[in-house]
């Protein structure tokens, strides 16, 4: 099995670097480092393991060391036949199975195909912790790129507002002029706090996530903002569905009930071994108390007869455990299409608004700075310079949002589809 997985998220997202800092793809590999989620699916895989093992086992001779000893307290002796009142004796029995309704055969099948079953939920649970850590990494760049807007545009109305008060002070504006925009200094103020403290709880959780202390400062080195984005094409189900872990679990669940279902009704069909085993100890009838060394062979044959309707009975459990597998598989196939249709329209959502947030982020600047320039010509009202601002950092916000949407939901549909690219790693 492999040693670890981590996502090649450089083939997943084009990212822009700058600088030294934490990219995804490192914060990805931290995260599955540290992760008791992924820990404890390889204990899975490993336990599966060594479940094969052990039933492969019972395909080979057994060896048992057996000791007997007893004592009676009421002497048995008769007329002219004294015995003694204890009994001893040890030996080994080494007995090999010959047939048992091929439920050594059926264990060890469904052993093999459980440590399958471990060995793609490992995979699953590896894909689980991509999607987590690259959307958590992508919120914290987000709400970093937030603190940005919220700290310019508190910027831009200090601006407005040292102008105003200029004017003010000319007589020009009004007092209601200079205390709108001050009101609005305010409320930047207060967008400006909820955006750091929005900011400093994502790191928490990012630091949490990827083991270490809350309070570790983290550089990332990955923008938001996505460049040259290009439609993924959409994927139809048919060619996706039997490369999905999830659907490959559940249909090796079907095959396992089936093989569980097969080591059951091996308990009511005949069964026979033989063996031989080498004692030593006193005779079964104790006359002198003497001890020799004896051996022999044996084998053994049972078949059930009446039980009360046990086969049947267990027949009706099995087929219902197999029926409830099946549906389970069905269910996992919808959930499958749901998943890659859901996604994609996410993606194709967040793909068209990305060209239209960025148009109207221009738009809005271009707005701003020119009614900027004609408050200060006298060509408008306050009103009409606060509501440009107001757009500004509502399409700054806007843009922000759509390249995190788009992020993330591309992220989730290349899950989906089963892209998410995992390989070998050696940990440093």
Wanted: proline fraction near 2%; charged fraction near 20%.
């Amino acid at each position: 099995m492999r040693n670890l997985f981590v996502f090649l998220i450089t083939l997943l997202l084009s990212s822009s670097l700058y600088g030294q800092g934490v990219s995804v793809s490192d914060y990805v590999r931290q995260v599955h480092e540290y992760s008791l989620d992924v820990k404890s699916s390889k204990q899975n895989v490993e336990a599966a393991y060594y479940a094969a093992e052990l039933a492969q086992t019972s395909f080979l001779p057994r060896l048992d060391a057996v000791s007997n000893g007893s004592y009676g307290f009421r002497d048995l002796s008769v007329p002219g036949f004294s015995l003694e009142s204890y009994s001893v004796n040890a030996g080994l029995s080494l007995s090999q199975n010959v047939y048992a309704g091929s439920s050594v055969k059926h264990s060890v099948e469904s052993a093999k195909i459980g440590k399958e079953i471990a060995m793609f939920a490992e995979l699953y649970t590896s894909e689980n912790i991509v999607v987590v850590a690259s959307n958590l990494y992508w919120q914290a760049v987000a709400a970093k790129k937030y603190v940005e807007a919220a700290t310019t545009y508190v910027d831009i109305i200090k601006d407005n507002y040292a102008l105003l008060e200029i004017r003010f002070n000319d007589g020009i504006s009004a007092k209601t002029d200079l205390l709108m925009m001050q009101t609005r200094l305010k409320q930047a103020e207060y967008g400006l706090v909820q955006a750091t403290k929005a900011m400093q709880r994502m790191i928490v959780s990012i630091n949490i996530f990827r083991g270490v202390d809350v309070n570790t400062p983290i550089e990332f080195s990955c923008a938001i903002d996505v460049e040259n984005a290009v439609l993924a094409p959409y994927k139809p189900v048919s060619e996706i569905i039997e490369h999905k872990n999830e659907y490959k679990i559940a249909a090796l669940s079907v095959q396992q009930s089936i093989s569980q279902m097969k080591v059951n009704r091996a308990q009511f069909l005949p069964k026979l071994s033989v063996g031989v085993n080498a004692t030593y100890g006193t005779r079964m009838l104790n006359i002198d108390g003497s001890m020799l060394a004896d051996g022999a062979v044996f084998f053994k044959f049972s078949a059930p007869i009446f039980a009360w309707g046990q086969k049947r009975k267990r027949a009706n459990i099995d087929a219902t455990m197999i029926k409830k597998a099946d549906y389970n598989l069905e269910v996992t196939e919808d959930n499958i299409v749901t998943e890659i249709n859901d996604t994609y329209l996410s993606l194709t959502e967040s793909f068209e608004q990305l060209d239209i947030t960025s148009s109207s982020l221009d738009i809005a600047q271009q707005s701003l700075d020119l009614n900027t320039f004609s408050y200060d010509e006298g060509m408008i009202s306050v009103v009409e310079l606060l509501s440009s601002q107001l757009s500004w950092i509502s399409a700054f916000n806007n843009k922000i949002g759509a390249n995190l949407a788009y992020r993330t939901s591309l992220v989730k549909y290349q899950k989906a589809t089963g892209e998410l690219q995992i390989t070998d790693f050696k940990q440093e």
